[in-house]
């Protein structure tokens, strides 16, 4: 079985040279638009750990309104990090599963009902040890994609094994943020892999 949050982008062959000087700079608007909704991503978190240590349950709305604010983050960052050359839309659809319209595809399965009161309780103590392993991860990832810059800027390509590694990174972020949004009970595998 799979986790229950997914992630995957299409990368097309080939990149315009100047993209990976530039992506940041057009991505501004969706910088800001992030920072909103990531104000708002951590109410809901808030509110959604209320509601399950109380009543052992995920409200439908919380859970579809955190599943837009991680998908949104996640294609403006795959966005600015030059992983694909499609603008990502300003969409708001509040679902669990992908609405479509960008490269990038993210899924949730949220778990709704039946939740483990004690491990949401302690969930801000069990995530250190998954949130450090993530940390290490993303400098890894952080250095890749510098070198990256480079790679694109004069060939015009992604390194597959570069692009690999940067995805396998975003899909860890994933599953670490569904996990610390309240959106699943399941414990995030020590694994870069599927």
């Given at each position: 079985?799979?986790?229950?949050?997914t992630?995957?982008?299409?990368?097309?062959?080939?990149?315009?040279?100047?993209?990976?000087?530039?992506?940041?700079?057009?991505?501004?608007?969706?910088?800001?638009?992030?920072?909103?909704?990531?104000?708002?991503?951590?109410?809901?978190?808030?509110?959604?750990?209320?509601?399950i240590?109380?009543?052992?349950?995920?409200?439908?709305g919380?859970?579809?309104?955190?599943?837009?604010?991680?998908?949104?983050?996640?294609?403006?960052?795959?966005?600015?990090?030059?992983?694909?050359?499609?603008?990502?839309?300003?969409?708001?659809?509040?679902?669990?599963?992908?609405?479509?319209?960008?490269?990038?595809?993210?899924?949730?399965?949220?778990?709704?009902?039946d939740?483990?009161r004690?491990t949401?309780g302690?969930?801000?103590?069990?995530?250190?040890?998954?949130a450090?392993?993530?940390?290490?991860i993303?400098?890894?990832?952080?250095?890749?994609?510098?070198?990256?810059?480079?790679?694109?800027?004069?060939?015009?390509?992604?390194?597959?094994?570069m692009?690999?590694?940067?995805?396998?990174?975003?899909?860890?972020?994933?599953?670490?943020?569904?996990?610390?949004?309240?959106?699943?009970?399941?414990?995030?595998p020590?694994?870069?892999?599927?």
């Amino acid at each position: 079985m799979s986790y229950p949050a997914t992630f995957d982008v299409e990368t097309p062959e080939r990149i315009d040279n100047w993209r990976p000087l530039v992506h940041w700079l057009l991505a501004i608007p969706h910088a800001i638009v992030m920072y909103g909704l990531g104000i708002l991503g951590c109410g809901i978190g808030v509110v959604s750990w209320f509601a399950i240590v109380f009543t052992g349950a995920l409200p439908g709305g919380l859970a579809k309104a955190q599943a837009m604010v991680i998908r949104y983050e996640m294609r403006t960052t795959a966005y600015v990090g030059f992983l694909y050359t499609e603008y990502p839309p300003f969409d708001f659809t509040t679902s669990s599963s992908d609405p479509g319209g960008s490269p990038v595809t993210l899924d949730f399965m949220p778990e709704l009902t039946d939740r483990n009161r004690l491990t949401v309780g302690l969930r801000m103590i069990w995530i250190i040890p998954i949130a450090l392993f993530a940390i290490i991860i993303f400098i890894a990832a952080g250095i890749v994609w510098f070198v990256a810059i480079f790679v694109v800027l004069f060939t015009g390509k992604w390194n597959e094994g570069m692009r690999e590694f940067i995805v396998k990174a975003l899909r860890l972020s994933i599953k670490v943020n569904a996990y610390a949004m309240m959106l699943t009970d399941e414990y995030p595998p020590f694994s870069l892999e599927d």
